[in-house]
């Protein structure tokens, strides 16, 4: 399972043509354009401690993707009295959703005569630039509330796509991820992509000498504690159908690894042993659980029958440390971090254990730290953090092409432990950045940056998957 | 037998060198006054009880020795050992450390340690929770090499849970990478080393 020498030497000569590619632009055959600086790692210069460039194998991206986003307004809903200032909330936090969709450019500017309700005046939105607008109206049902939406084509001056839920009470759990939902539903018919809005986002808080479990919306509101600890939890997880978290946590007498039902609080134990337990994941249908566990020499990777709930299985080998397992989308592949070389590097191997391939840039005699793996739950993009010029950076790399296309996706402050959403476009990860110590959201398309929760020990953070309301699992 | 013999000729060697440099003892206050002794008593009582106070004094003096010099060997003990970013090999100042701790554990069999692997705060929180548990198990393996029994040694791991230094530059994270050495039984029983 080790590398040989072999191997390092082909990885290394797979590498050199990235690292002595010149400056480049790089232009598609659509308005797209990414311009990626490739900083020149001089071999002779290369010193262990030479923290001002960055490692041989990563490209910056300083320019993002600038994609051609539709301006969309959202006129105020309407409502009736009753409804009326539910309809004002309902419609903060969708159009908070679609700007922090990052496809679209949200106006601002809302004229008064527009602001009515019926029909829209289309030539009036369309002198602004507007290309979509979403209309709403509030009304009070028997149980809760109907909400009615339609997004308008203003180019085409015509209905695109109309829609009536029904909404809880304003007091229920499920009132704000209802109306995430209808945000998603919005994204999809301008877009005809998966959006993120109705998503969670489980971190640990280090409260005092206990550590505690919060899990907050996707658009930073809403925010509970989840779990509390008087010892250390690590690393929790969501399950693929959203329903449980899983994580580790420290007891009087060891480590357990515990599920917990997210709606219940029902718990049930994994595995208890005396040392630590770390990093689960869930394979994406859920049938398997895999984790790392203290050996007694290093950290390997157990899988667990999260079915039948047993067999724990071995499925990595080395005599230092796995850790951070992280399934492929179609489940065949896991990504993971290793020192098996003496550094942490992101490898992927058979989900069921094998040979693993190296991923991040190694080059022989040159310092590498790549940990946190996270794949992306819808392509063939892992997100890690590695050092770079010193510091901890969100990285990305395709797993198809080992050792190349590295993408480093910050380059401000330090970065660690990245987690995607299910639009498999934003990232959260911890950021100690001068806008404050905590967790960040990033758009890898555009380069978009926003402060998720800020002014605590936050970190391990998890993005669920796209979560139903209570009512509707049910 | 053998091993309680040479601990016996340990523990006398020490208490007779304390005996030599020993600072001079205590005034021992007089005693409440009693009235003038009567003149017949008899000189070899009171020369008795002068050799019993002698005797008690340098006894306690002995003791006090012991526990300076086992106030400094679990110092020593606990002293804490530093470890360079991402490596838990052992350092030629870190295995000096070990070293000084050697003697003592060997002279007190009755002395077991928690060994505790910490970190720096950079890195994965995860992965710094393995790194301090290598951190934990190369101190106690180094320890367990020259031939002490593995049954003594407890080690965790808090990764980067528990800094010492709060700050977020390399001389605090210098002062984060280490194992810090906890007595968790036999504590009054510490013995120098010599």
Redesign the interface.
């Known amino acids: 399972m080790t590398l040989n020498t072999n191997m390092l030497k082909n990885l290394q000569s797979s590498l050199r043509p990235c690292v002595s590619a010149p400056l480049r632009e790089k232009r598609s055959a659509s308005l797209t354009l990414i311009i990626f600086a490739i900083v020149l790692a001089n071999p002779l210069a290369a010193q262990r401690q030479d923290t001002t460039k960055l490692p041989s194998g990563v490209r910056l991206r300083v320019t993002y993707q600038q994609m051609t986003r539709p301006k969309v307004a959202v006129r105020p809903f309407g409502g009736a009295t009753t409804a009326g200032s539910l309809a004002e909330q309902v419609t903060t936090i969708i159009k908070n959703d679609l700007d922090f969709s990052d496809r679209f450019v949200i106006s601002d500017i809302m004229p008064e005569k527009l602001s009515g309700t019926g029909t829209p005046d289309f030539k009036a939105w369309n002198s602004m630039g507007i290309v979509y607008l979403l209309t709403g109206e509030v009304a009070p049902a028997s149980a809760g509330y109907l909400l009615h939406v339609v997004l308008w084509d203003v180019v085409y001056g015509t209905g695109k796509q109309a829609m009536t839920y029904s909404l809880p009470a304003a007091t229920s759990p499920d009132f704000r991820l209802m109306v995430h939902r209808v945000s998603d539903d919005v994204v999809k018919w301008a877009t005809g992509q998966q959006g993120m809005a109705a998503s969670r986002i489980v971190y640990r808080h280090?409260a005092g000498t206990g550590d505690e479990l919060v899990i907050i919306d996707s658009d930073g509101q809403g925010s509970h504690r989840f779990f509390a600890n008087d010892m250390?939890i690590?690393?929790p997880t969501w399950s693929p159908d959203g329903q449980r978290i899983a994580y580790a946590q420290q007891t009087g007498r060891g480590w357990q690894l515990v599920e917990r039902d997210v709606h219940t609080g029902n718990v049930k134990i994994i595995t208890s042993r005396n040392?630590?337990i770390?990093?689960p994941a869930y394979s994406p249908d859920g049938r398997h659980l895999a984790f790392?566990l203290?050996t007694?020499?290093?950290?390997e990777i157990d899988d667990y029958d999260a079915v039948q709930r047993c067999c724990m299985r071995r499925i990595s080998k080395n005599p230092r440390?796995d850790?951070?397992p992280t399934y492929s989308p179609d489940g065949t592949q896991m990504a993971f971090?290793s020192?098996r070389i003496g550094?942490?590097h992101i490898y992927v191997m058979p989900a069921n254990g094998g040979d693993p391939t190296l991923v991040s840039p190694y080059v022989y005699g040159e310092p590498g730290?790549y940990?946190?793996p996270d794949w992306s739950p819808i392509g063939n993009r892992i997100a890690f953090?590695g050092r770079s010029k010193g510091e901890?950076q969100i990285m990305t790399a395709d797993p198809t092409r080992p050792g190349s296309e590295v993408q480093q996706i910050t380059s401000s402050g330090?970065n660690?432990?990245p987690s995607w959403a299910p639009d498999g476009r934003h990232l959260v990860f911890t950021g100690?950045r001068e806008g404050g110590t905590g967790l960040y959201v990033m758009d890898v398309e555009t380069g978009r940056l926003r402060p998720l929760v800020l002014g605590g020990r936050y970190?391990?953070a998890d993005w669920s998957p796209s979560l139903k309301p209570n009512s509707e699992v049910r | 037998m053998m091993r309680r013999s040479v601990l016996m000729l340990t523990l006398a060697a020490a208490a007779l060198s304390a005996c030599h440099k020993k600072k001079p003892p205590e005034v021992v206050p007089p005693r409440a006054e009693a009235p003038p002794a009567a003149p017949r008593v008899n000189e070899d009582s009171i020369r008795r009880a002068q050799m019993r106070q002698d005797s008690i004094r340098r006894a306690e003096a002995a003791a006090e020795a012991m526990r300076e010099g086992s106030a400094r060997a679990r110092a020593t003990l606990e002293q804490t050992v530093y470890f360079d970013y991402?490596q838990a090999d052992l350092r030629a100042d870190a295995k000096a450390a070990l070293d000084a701790k050697l003697g003592i554990l060997r002279a007190s069999p009755g002395v077991n340690v928690r060994i505790e692997g910490n970190t720096d705060e950079?890195?994965?929180?995860?992965?710094n929770?393995?790194?301090g548990?290598?951190r934990a198990?190369a101190s106690k393996e180094y320890l367990t090499g020259f031939g002490l029994d593995g049954g003594r040694f407890e080690t965790v791991?808090?990764g980067e849970?528990r800094p010492v230094d709060m700050g977020?530059d390399e001389s605090a994270w210098a002062r984060n990478r280490r194992a810090d050495f906890r007595i968790t039984s036999g504590g009054d029983n510490v013995r120098t080393g010599q």
């Open positions: 280090k250390l690590y690393s040392d630590f770390l990093t790392a203290w007694g020499q290093g950290t440390d850790i951070s971090m020192n550094q942490p730290y940990t946190s953090h901890f330090r660690e432990d100690v970190t391990i | 991402d950079r890195g994965s929180v995860e992965y929770l393995a790194l548990m290598r198990s791991s808090y849970e977020h």
